[in-house]
């Protein structure tokens, strides 16, 4: 039965999802994208939306018809929702799952765990003096909501340069946009015991991305009754209402590298006590949402026992994290602070036989002082007062939850197979419902 399961997962994990990429059609635009944080600002081109407008009447100037809106740029901070959410995952934890103490009545190493330990959190043993352990694990995200929003149906409304000045400007048009989200990550890491109570560990996440916006705009006329004084130019040259807007980019590259150095304040036969600080390194390439532009600092504790078969542990810290292109304005360079985080975990790993260990856990991010996407009702300046649905941001801060099931299984040696599922218990934040890991371990 457990075989069953690993074997479902690791299937899940190599499953192909394929995105969703806008249909051909004569309606359709497909814009040039810069890099993937411009994405947003890109999809309508350079000079944002801009609908079609002729005169109507002999002499008469061609008008602006230029459609603005805090879409453009507010969502452009989907991108820090989405580079917060990735660099601040439960990464596949670097500690070995065999942990040896020195026995020198004896001279010889031996096990001083009967578990094989968490996947995504962290336990207080050291791996021990001189012993080495390495792996990679693999991490699919498909993220489908955002703050409980369906990321396929997305409503975002445009206004009408100078649009309090009416005389026509109470045109508005609307939209509805698919936002396709997958991202790989492919992480490897090493870990070295120095000495029998610290541990030096590195993690290197190789990253794919894959964004695809659709955006399909509609103008509503509700100041001009003329279908020539806003319109969409059809591709046979008709004149019509909608029009279909799509870009997307594909990316791969190294993300941010985090050092780690964990310290054992106390080491007993049933439980331990482990501080440590995590450093990661702005070294993926933030314009193409492969980090996060700048350093974080993540002091830790950690607290595990061993009882029995039962082995509980409990997590927690503070990120410290500087000024993001990001966080600011990735079109025009500006900065801004990448939102403080504190996190926690709380879990257990049960040791099921010699050869399999069962890992459940909660694990908690609450993000300080963030942009958080909010569903409203937009109301537009006719005499109706004509009702949108539409999206803004507002800065907040919000605690995301998840849960996660695992499964090790020492395949030959002190060589572990790693499988996992993580899934979403709430909807704050940008989510994903179930984010499989398979990964390997091997410890000497």
Not at 25 to 53: C, E, N, W
Not at 306 to 330: C, D, E, F, I, K
Not at 338 to 351: L, Q
Not at 378 to 405: E, I, R
């Amino acid at each position: 039965m457990i075989r069953r399961m690993m074997l479902a997962v690791v299937v899940c994990v190599f499953a192909q999802v394929i995105p969703a990429r806008a249909q051909e059609g004569p309606f359709t635009i497909y814009s040039p994208v810069k890099s993937m944080a411009t994405l947003f600002t890109d999809i309508y081109g350079p000079h944002g939306l801009i609908v079609d407008s002729e005169a109507t009447l002999p002499g008469e100037q061609l008008h602006s018809a230029h459609f603005n809106s805090a879409f453009e740029f507010d969502f452009g901070q989907f991108s820090t929702a989405l580079v917060n959410q990735l660099v601040n995952a439960p990464l596949p934890s670097p500690a070995s799952g065999f942990t040896f103490r020195f026995d020198p009545s004896l001279g010889v190493f031996e096990r001083t765990t009967q578990s094989f330990g968490p996947i995504l959190a962290e336990r207080a043993d050291t791996v021990g003096n001189g012993r080495v352990s390495f792996g990679s694990a693999y991490q699919r995200f498909t993220f489908d909501t955002i703050e409980g929003l369906d990321l396929r149906r997305v409503p975002a409304v445009f206004t009408h340069d100078n649009a309090q000045l009416r005389g026509g400007r109470e045109d508005v048009v609307t939209t509805e946009n698919s936002i396709t989200v997958i991202v790989g990550q492919f992480t490897t890491f090493l870990t070295v015991g120095i000495g029998d109570r610290f541990d030096l560990s590195l993690a290197a996440p190789v990253i794919t991305n894959d964004l695809t916006v659709v955006s399909n705009a509609t103008i509503h006329r509700l100041g001009t009754t003329n279908p020539l004084t806003h319109f969409f130019r059809q591709a046979n040259g008709d004149v019509g209402e909608t029009r279909t807007f799509w870009a997307g980019r594909r990316v791969s590259g190294l993300g941010d590298v985090t050092l780690r150095l964990k310290g054992a304040v106390s080491k007993r036969p049933t439980a331990g006590v482990a501080l440590g600080v995590d450093v990661r390194l702005p070294t993926g390439n933030e314009m193409e949402l492969l980090g996060s532009g700048t350093t974080t600092v993540r002091p830790f504790g950690v607290w595990s026992a061993t009882l029995g078969r039962v082995s509980p542990h409990l997590n927690g810290s503070y990120a410290w994290s500087g000024s993001s292109v990001l966080a600011g304005n990735p079109a025009t360079g500006e900065l801004g602070d990448f939102p403080d985080h504190a996190t926690y975990a709380a879990g257990a790993d049960v040791s099921v036989n010699r050869y399999m260990t069962v890992v459940l856990d909660v694990l908690g991010r609450y993000d300080i002082d963030t942009k958080r996407l909010v569903s409203e009702e937009f109301h537009a300046l006719d005499a109706k007062g004509t009702a949108f649905p539409n999206v803004t941001f507002v800065t907040d801060s919000y605690n995301a939850l998840s849960g996660a099931f695992g499964l090790k299984a020492n395949v030959v040696n002190q060589l572990l197979l790693d499988v996992n599922l993580l899934f979403k218990l709430d909807e704050n934040g940008l989510r994903d419902k179930v984010t499989p890991l398979v990964g390997l371990e091997y410890t000497f």
